[in-house]
């Protein structure tokens, strides 16, 4: 059964940059018709996609986040990563990774997620 | 991007129940809407794709309906298990986007 487990800080400083891995185990990280992608829900709120990454490498980012958003994918490690930068409270969220099914699939299969706090 | 619109917000009702969400888009998505359940402490868990499919091992009692704009998921007979948050979401054009939820709160 696949699953994805996310790793990073749970605390970080205002203008600082957030990195984020993702481990996929249970399944390939490369499998035919699936793409990765990074979700957000601050404390409380609605869900907000931030981006996507496809074992090529290519990326789309949501575009309010464009400017700060970096994704990357290790195929040899079965990981992918987010980093975001110049952090603000806004950006206090839970932040999970999923699965995403190519051709306009939706989200199959997430991360347990992990809690962000952007404070001084 | 296209704006996704739940309704209601919130809603409370009795084991037994027919319950049904609406979600909007603000374009024509075809059938490209997905709904998701997420409890409390938990991460969101995807019910239908593409409108209507209804995932593997996902109970038979809810399902999903509409194309274009409007889309509804329906629980046909609520059980205490299904409070829950019930998110949309469109995969027709990036970027995703996602409803704002509807809370299920058992009576």
């Known amino acids: 059964q696949l699953q994805l487990q996310e790793s990073g800080p749970g605390l970080v400083k205002p203008s600082e940059t957030l990195s984020l891995t993702c481990t996929v185990s249970?399944?390939?990280?490369?499998?035919?018709?699936?793409?990765w992608g990074w979700i957000r829900q601050p404390p409380g709120k609605g869900l907000e996609w931030i981006g996507t990454?496809?074992?090529?490498?290519?990326?789309y980012y949501n575009p309010p986040l464009k400017t700060r958003v970096t994704m990357s994918i290790d195929t040899s490690k079965s990981q992918f990563s987010l980093k975001l930068k110049s952090l603000t409270a806004a950006d206090t969220a839970i932040y999970y990774c999923?699965?995403?099914?190519?051709?306009?699939?939706?989200?199959?299969?997430w991360g347990q997620g992990t809690l962000v706090t952007v404070s001084s | 991007d296209i704006p996704m619109t739940q309704s209601p917000s919130s809603l409370s009702a009795s084991v037994g129940d027919r319950v049904t969400i609406t979600c909007r888009a603000s374009?024509?998505?075809?059938?490209?809407l997905n709904w998701y359940q997420q409890k409390p402490g938990r991460a969101p868990k995807l019910l239908i794709s593409?409108?209507?499919n209804l995932e593997s091992g996902v109970p038979a009692r809810f399902s999903g309906g509409g194309s274009g704009t409007e889309f509804t998921l329906t629980i046909s007979s609520l059980q205490p298990e299904d409070s829950a948050t019930y998110f949309c979401?469109?995969?027709?054009?990036?970027?995703?986007?996602f409803g704002q939820g509807t809370k299920v709160e058992i009576e």
């Open positions: 990454v496809y074992d090529s490498g290519h990326t």
């Open positions: 593409g409108a209507s």
């Open positions: 979401q469109q995969s027709e054009n990036m970027p995703w986007t």
């Open positions: 249970g399944g390939s990280i490369s499998s035919f018709g699936h793409y």
């Open positions: 374009e024509n998505i075809r059938i490209y």
């Open positions: 999923a699965r995403g099914r190519n051709g306009g699939g939706p989200f199959d299969s």
